[in-house]
């Protein structure tokens, strides 16, 4: 009999305490879905970042190793106009040739250029549908919680490189924080909140800030892909 009486004292203190342990139970298991969810986001956000940024970093690497045809060329003009100013006949003839191969080899920079410019632009765009495809998804944890995800647009940034004179085709060097300038950088804002049927054990309203960022950093004579830390803009 006592321990019937002890029995029905402990259940009878456990009985306060079940709205509670429920409510903890279902926090735990909705911080657990929106770990899932927060963890699809970013994945499929980064895949997108990474492939443009390995794809960019070819293009910077092709376009400076250029560099040494590109000032041979600008050396031989020099000479060219010194011998031009001093009176040779043939100078100008000389000087006709190098600006056409200089002209040729501007050619072949702006389309290294282009191409890199327009990988990045590929993977924004990329990342982007990427995220709009989890948020279809979503609808899997409308048992947990209501949801709604904004997704803002960005523009994509260029390849962050610059010439380093006028001449007709010039050397180039990457810009000092180029992992700034050429980060692929993405924003989202999630806002949950309870569903009506579990608002008895748990009333909740959040909204939370979130992003990924893919950049590019040096590695030898290599350019490759960096995932930075994430930062909402």
């Known amino acids: 009999m006592k321990k019937l009486n002890q029995k029905g004292f402990a259940l009878a203190l456990m009985v306060p305490l079940l709205p509670v342990i429920l409510a903890f139970g279902l926090m735990s298991y909705m911080a657990l879905g929106f770990m899932q969810l927060d963890q699809k986001f970013k994945y499929a956000c980064r895949t997108g970042g990474l492939a443009g940024q390995e794809k960019a970093g070819k293009q910077i ?3 400076l190793k250029l560099n040494p045809q590109a000032q041979k060329l600008i ?3 020099r000479q060219a106009e010194l011998e031009q100013r001093a009176g040779s ?3 100008a003839a000389k000087i006709l040739v190098i600006t056409g191969l200089q002209s040729i080899l501007r050619i072949r920079q702006e389309q290294i250029i282009l191409q890199g410019n327009l990988a990045l632009q590929s993977a924004q765009q990329n990342m982007a549908q990427k995220l709009r495809q989890v948020r279809t998804e979503m609808s899997d944890y409308d048992s947990l919680y209501s949801s709604q995800t904004v997704i803002f647009s960005r523009l994509a940034p260029r390849l962050a490189v610059s010439p380093d004179s006028s001449d007709i085709a010039p050397t180039f ?3 000092p924080d180029i992992e700034n300038r050429q ?4 924003n989202w804002q999630y806002h949950l909140r ?3 049927h579990l608002r008895g054990f748990l ?3 959040f909204s939370f800030k979130k992003s990924c960022s893919v950049t590019i950093t040096e590695k030898g004579n290599s350019w ?3 995932i930075q830390r994430d930062r909402f803009l």
Do not use: I, S, Y
């Open 194 to 196: 309870t569903p009506r």
């Open 75 to 77: 050396d031989r003009l």
């Open 224 to 226: 490759l892909p960096k």
């Open 89 to 91: 006949p043939k100078a």
């Open 61 to 63: 690497e092709a376009l």
């Open 173 to 175: 060097r990457t810009l």
């Open 203 to 205: 009333n909740g309203d």
């Open 183 to 186: 980060a692929l950088v993405q």
